[in-house]
């Protein structure tokens, strides 16, 4: 079976319809989505505008990540479930979107970038923690992060004029 | 300038004409009303659980008042230049949608709250706590913002 023959099944399951024709649900699950951007990449940026130096200057990165994490994961997290959600209710169209191809892909960009941070600059993290240089490495990340997720964003919305 | 004429300009403009007929101009000027509602709404989130006294407790309130409320500020007037630009092209839509006019009202609501109310306390040495006062002020503001964003998301649903 085919995936294009596989969506077209999964939106045709009877929850995924009735997500989709439902006047309520729909817009309640898109709404969740949307303003969910606050909670998840909302309090990247402030993590990725740390490193940069371009707020809180006088604060520790790991104090600030350590503040921020706890309520930036839960926030991925409804991103996630909506985000599941929406996508079943249109499984074809959206799979055969340009744009959604483009935020998913640039999705696994942004765990990667994330991922390198970990592995690379969080273990010796104490070292420059307060300092007034930031690796350039770290800088560059949290550059990359700030323009990938304005690019997911921008995906997303333009995504949704042509469903 | 009445209501009607700002209508009539509308209408008439060759200008915005470019932004009514081009494939890509509203849904990229779109883009960028979502870059500052989550910069603006992000920026809430922030100084809100710092204010209820749940989250960020160990980053100082004076701190986050400052540089926080600047972001807010900017994610504000990003969400607001770019939402005219796509109100512009099409006035009498927006003007008979309700959920447009919500929004306007929350919009001026939620302003009115922040600079007036809301910028005091958090400037005040009594925002270092979670005191109920802050709690309320802070459940004030983020209802009032995230009013605003419902509102906007329900006016592509009310057509």
């Not at chain 1, 371009?54 to 991925?76: C, D, H, T, Y």
């Not at chain 1, 249109?90 to 696994?108: C, D, H, P």
């Not at chain 1, 765990?111 to 560059?140: C, H, T």
């Not at chain 2, 230049?81 to 939620?110: E, Q, S």
């Amino acid at each position: 079976m085919s995936i294009v023959s596989w969506c077209h099944w999964l939106q045709s399951t009877p929850w995924a319809t009735s997500i989709r024709q439902s006047d309520f649900m729909f817009p309640v699950i898109e709404g969740s989505h949307i303003l969910a951007l606050s909670l998840s990449v909302g309090l990247i940026v402030l993590l990725d505008l740390r490193l940069l130096r371009l707020v809180l200057p006088s604060e520790r990165v790991s104090k600030i990540m350590n503040q921020v994490m706890p309520w930036a994961l839960p926030g991925f997290g409804i991103m996630f479930v909506t985000g599941l959600l929406l996508f079943f209710a249109q499984a074809e169209k959206v799979y055969t979107n340009g744009y959604f191809r483009v935020k998913m892909l640039v999705l696994i960009l942004v765990g990667i970038n994330a991922l390198i941070y970990q592995l690379k600059f969080y273990p010796a993290m104490a070292e420059w923690d307060l300092s007034e240089s930031v690796p350039r490495g770290a800088q560059a990340i949290a550059i990359v992060s700030l323009a990938f997720w304005m690019i997911v964003i921008a995906c997303g919305r333009l995504m949704a004029y042509e469903l | 300038m009445s209501l009607q004429d700002l209508w009539r300009m509308s209408y008439d403009s060759h200008t915005i004409d470019i932004l009514r007929n081009s494939k890509y101009a509203i849904p990229v000027i779109q883009s960028f009303h979502l870059f500052g509602i989550t910069l603006l709404l992000g920026s809430m989130v922030i100084l809100n659980l710092r204010l209820s006294g749940i989250g960020l407790r160990q980053i100082p309130m004076a701190l986050l008042a400052k540089q926080i409320w600047r972001l807010a500020i900017g994610g504000l007037l990003l969400a607001m230049a770019t939402g005219f630009l796509v109100f512009l092209p099409d006035p009498a839509r927006y003007a008979a949608n309700y959920a447009f006019r919500t929004k306007m009202v929350a919009l001026c609501v939620a302003v009115g709250f922040q600079f007036l109310i809301y910028r005091r306390v958090i400037r005040s040495g009594a925002a270092e706590s979670g005191s109920p006062r802050n709690i309320i002020v802070a459940c004030c503001s983020l209802t009032s913002w995230f009013l605003v964003g419902w509102a906007g998301r329900a006016i592509a649903f009310l057509g």
